[in-house]
């Protein structure tokens, strides 16, 4: 184990810590109850060397241990059953703890995080690795414990029986683990194999069924049949070696089982002969030699999961490092937001040294309407997402109500600032769920004023349970109009007094449109209203527009001023940008 | 072993599922027979050792025992063991090697059933459902073929071995009271199998419920924080991680208990045969070597009555499993070949829809109602209409994914019902509104319709598809992987990569459905410049194809030689661009709506610069023919 590996495992401690006593009470069940277990043979050795192998047998005393026995194996049977449930119990807890902390670590962190790390590997994090971790509980720590106790046992019992012959016993550990790990690492080589030709079957059927169609009319059953035959069969091998394998390593551990009894009857033999040992220690050690490979079996089998433990706590290590960029002065404030905005100067780059946005400079009064437009990349949404607070501006200073925008606190920013995006994120839950986000504490008659003043509240009345109808696949089944409506909606139940549109309309057709932009000039009153738009119909219902281009304000003013300037925005206006707003 | 025999064989419809098993037994007896003896031999073989340590017990305690004899029964314990190993590992292997090989089969005849399926099938099917229930049918129908049965006859023969050796030779009352608590291991594991089973599945489910939550927030972070809503998500997730826990607890108390119960019953096992049979040898009925033996043989046969109840598991689903595996195979398609075809009809591109009424099969409402219209061979029509109002249908119909009513389509004077699926769908060159990419390379995706793909004519196409460019400014250019469902690709790039599939196919009639709503308007003229004009793409034919293109920019379709428009499944409007947009219907308030109220337009890069403008719609009017000047970017 590497330095850095081990760092992974050290964020265990702290809740491990937490729970220290269950942990000793654990170790303590596992020992009572390995102990009872393993003291089996030694107990059949005394009978049939004290009580049978004699003179005079004793019947009695027979009765009298096996019943003594009978007790005890009831009270382990009990305390590994507790022990078990306790551990397992100790283990949930530690990772329920550890996801919660996770998910709240990672959703407050920048957006810069999101950006460079893709949703998958995220996701990956929260769900996989702490499942990992969850595991490690379940089977490594499990396994490992009462196979380490096992063994410790055995050492002990057969060393205490006899310790000549214990030692020739001993001879066969190397044997063991050797054969063991050298099976398992190549079981371990075709596992990862068969997995990878498993998903690439899965992968291709699921994409020739989704695109059954097209198979279909292009004529291609047969091909794609052939071609998907070739997986199958690279997928049959390594299945079937696979299977080979492990019953091979299974057989093996029989055989070498059988050949240490071999090797006990050869050699105690003889000591029984020499009298050297009696029969019922030469017994008792048949017993162990075949009880030793279980324990080493299943640690060996651990392996697996203490290595994909300790590269998924690392990687929940990494994550638990990331800082947010953006942080909240601890002299934050929240007051109530009148809705002036002013950019100062400001300069803004994703990556340093790549201004996306150039000294800008814009006062924006309260109420006023204010359209932007500019080809696709110019820097429009990087504006929004700093008025947002989603990013910091690296120069100059954005303000809110003549305040740096940074002296908000981000509770105060976001319940201001909302925002209409042209993709609509929609969650599994119903219509009122969605369109408060789960605040549960907003009534349902907010909701509905919110989705009339939208236009949303006639297509949600019609949905089979209304505003309670579930929305499947995460609404997938609206049409892209009525999905905007619903975030329109969303928008406007939280009441902001700056409410940004980012090409809200672009990807309607032009029935929905029209839907929408009523709905925006019926919402805009008594609101700090930006939109960014390509359609003309939008821009220039404006007081004003301001034109971008190359993260720079190249013009503004309004429609007509613009117009008679024959600038960009003159351009813009003759070209198909304005009118269409399809870009690739 | 030939993986590929018999494999028509599973196709015969049978009432259960058992017969798909059985039937390939039946077929390979020689095989299972073989392996069944192998078994046999191996179980007899080992319990011989218990058998010599015993005779090798009372040797020695009669002290009748020298030490070659000793190194001799020790030579005889590994040769038995040497052989019995290798017989349960060939047996083993051969069984579930088998078992294997029938899963394989399995699987291609899925997919050999999947490919006959109409769109229809998949309509009531979603893919993933359809997929994960199969294979974890097919993977349960695994277990059993191989696993099940190796051990249960693995099982079964060492019972019985054991128990003639124990009952025969020794005591059988010591025998029936040693293996009693043993016995139990199986009905144990047939109880509890089911229950952790299914409990595990409440376990998974919180599991996923709780991965697509984190999903959903991840890919809905912006959402998620432009509304502050960090501790109403947290909240939820809480629940979620609380669900799961409660789940994974449930689960715990059953395969704990479960799993301290196996081991507690062979230790009552063990407590009765010492204290019972410790008696019967102070009592001289069995000798102390029977007594060793006897711990031997319960120690023997734990794991093969363990594997045993699982096979009872096993058992009880591989039944539904291979009844669903057996429904799946025995769909019948709904669109087939009629049987009186025209086997050796070749499209030429005349189509001729005739009062075609059609609603989708299940459902009440008429999508298409009294449709007519003809194109001739090298014509274009347009289809414009509201998301809905029936468009796709058409083409579904047009491609025979789903059965037009008789008489109602011809192509060439041919009802299409009366074409073979295979001719038609020669003849139709086809672009999705999805624009649908098989995660490939470029070439293989462009080259669809080829068995090997040829790059120069993958890249006209290209070209055709004002793709090209995008293409060779990829580092591997067409060979290109474009990621799962081209995720690599920009949707416009995608869609001008179908249409360049399209063009490669070379079929005398394409169909273009709203393919082209991703592309810029700049583009998008370029691309249909080509299209109309296909006789500049060298695809060895200079032949004019038939083309229907749908769209709801009106933009795509204005060089139409007919214009169709849609409306609730009706045609509401026809005519030409020119007479359309003079009629003051929905197409002329559209192209308002869409064109803003000027009528010039010049196209504009994205960077803004002004590259070339098209002339206005004055001569659009006159009917000539859009000119660009020089090659689309
Ligand atoms: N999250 C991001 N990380 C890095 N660069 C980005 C990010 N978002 C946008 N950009 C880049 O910033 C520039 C401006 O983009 P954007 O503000 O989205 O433009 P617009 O909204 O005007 O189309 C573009 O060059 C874009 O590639
Ligand atoms: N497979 C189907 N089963 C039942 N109804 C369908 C199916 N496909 C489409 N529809 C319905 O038929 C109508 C026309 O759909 P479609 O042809 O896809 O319209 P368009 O392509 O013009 O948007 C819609 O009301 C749609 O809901
Ligand atoms: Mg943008
Ligand atoms: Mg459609």
Not at chain 1, 133 to 159: C, E, K, P, W
Request: one cysteine or more; aromatic letters at 8%.
């Amino acid at each position: 184990m590497t330095q850095k590996a081990k760092s992974g495992l050290l964020i265990l401690l702290p809740y491990l810590a937490k729970y220290r006593l269950r942990v000793v009470l654990i170790f303590a069940f596992v020992i009572i109850a390995s102990s009872i277990d393993q003291a089996q043979p030694y107990i059949i050795k005394n009978i049939i060397d004290n009580h049978i192998s004699v003179p005079h047998p004793d019947i009695r005393g027979i009765f009298r241990i096996s019943m003594g026995y009978l007790g005890l194996v009831l009270f382990s049977f009990g305390l590994t059953y507790y022990q078990d449930v306790l551990l397992q119990f100790t283990g949930q807890s530690i990772v329920r703890e550890i996801r919660t902390d996770l998910f709240r670590h990672i959703q407050n962190l920048s957006l810069k995080y999101f950006d460079q790390n893709s949703s998958g590997r995220i996701i990956t994090n929260v769900v996989s690795d702490t499942e990992a971790l969850n595991n490690f509980f379940t089977d490594f720590l499990t396994n490992t414990i009462r196979g380490i106790f096992s063994l410790v046992l055995i050492v002990f019992f057969m060393l205490k029986l006899n310790q000549t012959v214990a030692l020739y016993c001993f001879l066969m550990v190397p044997l063991i683990l050797g054969a063991s790990l050298i099976i398992r690492r190549g079981i371990q080589k075709v596992n990862q194999e068969m997995r990878t030709r498993l998903s690439a079957a899965i992968s291709f059927l699921a994409e020739n069924l989704s695109g059954m169609a097209i198979v279909q009319i292009f004529n291609q059953e047969l091909k794609q049949q052939k071609e998907f035959d070739q997986r199958n069969k690279l997928l049959l091998q390594s299945t079937i070696l696979e299977n080979r394998l492990n019953l091979l390593f299974f057989l093996v551990t029989e055989f070498l089982g059988d050949a240490g009894v071999a090797g006990l009857v050869w050699f105690g033999g003889g000591a029984v002969i020499r009298g050297s040992i009696s029969f019922g220690v030469l017994f008792a050690f048949t017993v162990y030699m075949r009880r030793f490979f279980q324990p080493i079996n299943n640690i060996t089998q651990q392996l697996n999961v203490l290595q994909s433990t300790i590269v998924s706590s690392e990687r929940i290590r990494k994550t638990f490092k990331e800082h947010p960029d953006i942080r909240e002065l601890p002299s934050a404030v929240s007051p109530s937001v009148i809705g002036r905005v002013a950019f100062k100067n400001v300069t803004f780059a994703y990556r340093a040294g790549q201004n996306v946005l150039k000294n800008i400079n814009l006062e924006i009064k309260p109420g006023e309407r204010v359209g932007f437009v500019g080809a696709t990349g110019a820097g429009k949404t990087s504006l929004m997402n700093l008025l947002a607070r989603f990013y910091d501006v690296n120069g100059g200073v954005l303000e809110i109500d003549g305040q740096d925008i940074k002296n908000y606190s981000l509770e105060s920013i976001r319940g201001s600032v909302g925002i209409v995006q042209q993709d609509v994120t929609l969650f599994s839950g119903s219509v009122l769920d969605n369109i408060r986000f789960f605040r549960k504490e907003i009534p349902e008659i907010h909701v509905v004023e919110a989705c009339r003043l939208v236009g949303a509240d006639g297509f949600i009345r019609r949905l089979p349970q209304g505003y309670h109808t579930v929305l499947s696949e995460r609404g997938s089944t609206l049409s892209s109009g009525e999905r905007q409506l619903l975030s329109f909606a969303r928008v406007m139940v939280f009441d902001p007094k700056i409410l940004i549109l980012d090409e809200a309309t672009a990807s309607l057709d032009s029935i929905s449109e029209a839907v929408l932009q009523e709905a925006i000039t019926k919402v805009s009153y008594g609101r700090t209203l930006l939109v960014i738009a390509h359609r003309l119909s939008t821009v220039q219902q404006m007081d004003y527009i301001v034109v971008l281009d190359h993260g720079r304000i190249v013009e503004s003013g309004s429609h007509e001023e613009l117009l008679r300037h024959d600038g960009f925005y003159q351009r813009l206006h003759e070209s198909g940008i304005l009118l269409e707003g399809v870009a690739v | 072993m030939s993986i590929n025999q018999n494999e028509n064989n599973l196709e015969k419809k049978k009432p259960s599922g058992w017969h798909i098993v059985s039937s390939y037994v039946v077929q390979n007896w020689w095989v299972y027979l073989a392996a069944l003896l192998l078994i046999m031999v191996s179980s007899k073989l080992a319990v011989k050792i218990p058998q010599l340590i015993g005779r090798f017990t009372d040797q020695l305690q009669h002290g009748t025992l020298e030490v070659q004899q000793a190194a001799h029964f020790a030579e005889t314990i590994m040769l038995i063991s040497f052989f019995r190993v290798t017989t349960v590992w060939l047996g083993r292997i051969i069984i579930n090697g088998h078992g294997r090989i029938l899963v394989y089969q399995l699987r291609k005849q899925l997919l050999k059933k999947w490919s006959t399926l109409s769109p229809s099938y998949y309509q009531g099917h979603s893919v993933g459902d359809l997929l994960s229930h199969a294979l974890s049918d097919v993977e349960v129908v695994r277990q059993f073929a191989s696993m099940g049965i190796s051990q249960s006859i693995n099982g079964l023969s060492m019972l019985t071995a054991a128990l003639y050796m124990m009952a025969v030779h020794m005591n059988w009352h010591l025998a029936l009271a040693g293996l009693g608590p043993l016995i139990a291991i199986p009905i144990l594991v047939g109880y509890f199998g089911p229950k952790i089973k299914n409990q595990s599945m409440h376990y998974q489910s919180a599991l996923g419920s709780m991965a697509q939550l984190v999903e959903e927030v991840i890919g809905g972070i912006r959402v998620v924080k432009a509304f502050g809503n960090e501790a109403v998500t947290l909240h939820r997730f809480e629940e979620k991680v609380e669900k799961i826990v409660h789940e994974k607890v449930k689960f715990v108390r059953l395969s704990s208990l479960f799993g301290s119960l196996l081991p507690f019953l062979s230790s009552i096992g063990s407590i009765v045969v010492l204290s019972y049979g410790g008696y019967l040898t102070i009592n001289h009925t069995i000798t102390l070597g029977d007594f060793a033996a006897f711990f031997l043989y319960l120690a023997q046969l734990r794991q093969p009555l363990e594997q045993l109840g699982q096979t009872l598991n096993v058992v009880q689903r591989a039944a539904g499993s291979l009844n669903r595996i057996s429904g799946l195979l025995s769909v019948v398609p709904d669109v087939v070949d009629d049987p009186d075809a025209k086997k050796e009809h070749r499209v030429i591109g005349n189509i001729k829809v005739k009062n075609l009424t059609f609603r989708y099969p299940g459902t009440e409402k008429n999508v298409l109602e009294n449709i007519s219209f003809e194109v001739e061979k090298g014509k274009t029509i347009g289809i414009v209409g509201a998301l809905g109002s029936g468009k796709s249908t058409l083409t579904n119909l047009l491609l025979r994914l789903y059965n037009p009513p008789k008489g109602t389509i011809f192509i060439d004077g041919v009802d299409i019902l009366k074409i073979p699926l295979e001719n038609l769908r020669h003849g139709i060159a086809y672009v999705p509104q999805s624009g649908f990419l098989f995660s490939e390379k470029i070439l293989d995706n462009i080259g669809f319709s080829d068995n090997s793909p040829d790059l120069e004519k993958a890249e006209k196409a290209a070209q055709s598809a004002v793709v090209y460019d995008n293409i060779v400014e990829f580092p591997d250019g067409f060979n290109t992987e474009i990621g799962e469902r081209g995720v690599r690709l920009s949707g416009g790039q995608k869609q001008r990569v179908a249409i360049a599939r399209m063009l490669y196919k070379n079929a005398p009639i394409h169909i273009l459905d709203d393919s082209l709503s991703a592309v810029d308007t700049k583009t998008e003229r370029a691309l249909l410049h080509n299209l109309r004009h296909n006789s500049s793409v060298k695809l060895n034919s200079l032949r004019r194809k038939t083309t229907l293109i749908i769209s709801h920019r009106l933009s795509a379709v204005r060089h139409a030689d007919e214009i169709l428009v849609l409306a609730d499944g009706t045609v509401s409007e026809r005519g030409t661009h020119s007479h359309l947009i003079h009629s003051g219907g929905l197409y002329s308030r559209l192209w308002i709506m869409q064109s803003g109220t000027e009528e010039e337009q010049k196209v504009v890069g994205v960077d803004g610069n002004v590259r070339y403008s098209e002339p206005d719609l004055s001569e659009e009017r006159n009917g000539l023919p859009l000119s660009l000047e020089g090659e689309p970017a």
